[in-house]
């Protein structure tokens, strides 16, 4: 059964804001104005009446250093539409043959436009879907997505303890309308479920080498801090010290 918001109808600039400050959050990250508006490219006294405009709906609290948080409405809305974001993705890779790198703006186009009862039937077509083809959860069909990355003891591939065997979760979702970034993860096959180890990291060049099976491959720094992955435990065999 689809989970119903209980939200009023929002603009999709309103739609598009909580879902941004919402995926800062879910990765730990601060969210202020000005990170805002390098995302959405405009200058920054566009963000500040956005936000002044969502803390009168009653979608986001500021603090005295002017941290953005989103209320349980706000988190409520930001949920309804990922949700139907991350649907629409996972239906346009599995059910229309679309490759995973290809659908984050399609799916932007549709998801202020599926109904309750059409959600309904993407989520029966496809038997109940909990991740999208980026690896991010799906609100409503994991316990928590708020809080699915500690849940899942992941961490930034930057952050990897070098030479320890990794497996990618999911790729940022606050990087997804970055196509050429996106278009880079998939020439290289650095998509969830590849695994991987972080060599090195060079700060002076900021680079990081990555062994990916039998290959190297040297990425920006900036790269492996969008990539959230997990440990790979390595099972004795039966019988083994």
């Not at 599926?114 to 959860?137: D, R």
Request: charged share 25%.
């Amino acid at each position: 059964m689809a989970i119903e918001s209980k939200a009023t109808e929002a603009s999709a600039t309103t739609e598009e804001y909580l879902e941004a400050i919402y995926n800062i959050g879910m990765e730990g990250d601060p969210v202020i104005g000005a990170r805002l508006a390098e995302k959405f490219r405009v200058a920054p006294p566009t963000v500040t009446q956005t936000l002044q405009r969502l803390v009168k709906n009653g979608y986001v609290a500021m603090d005295r250093r002017r941290h953005v948080t989103l209320t349980p409405a706000g988190v409520e809305l930001a949920e309804a539409v990922l949700r139907r974001h991350r649907l629409t993705e996972r239906f346009l890779v599995d059910m229309l043959g679309m490759q995973w790198h290809e659908v984050h703006e399609e799916a932007c186009r549709l998801e202020h436009r599926i109904s309750g009862a059409v959600e309904a039937h993407v989520v029966a077509a496809l038997n109940h879907p909990t991740t999208c083809p980026h690896g991010n959860p799906i609100p409503g069909y994991v316990p928590s997505a708020r809080t699915y990355l500690a849940d899942q003891g992941a961490l930034r591939l930057r952050e990897a303890a070098i030479g320890a065997p990794v497996k990618i979760l999911l790729v940022s979702e606050v990087v997804e309308d970055e196509e050429e970034l996106i278009d880079y993860l998939h020439e290289r096959g650095l998509t969830p479920g590849t695994a991987l180890a972080l060599a090195a990291v060079s700060d002076e060049d900021g680079t990081a080498d990555l062994r990916v099976g039998e290959r190297m491959v040297t990425v920006p720094v900036r790269v492996a801090h969008a990539l959230w992955v997990v440990p790979v435990v390595n099972r004795s065999p039966a019988g083994a010290p």
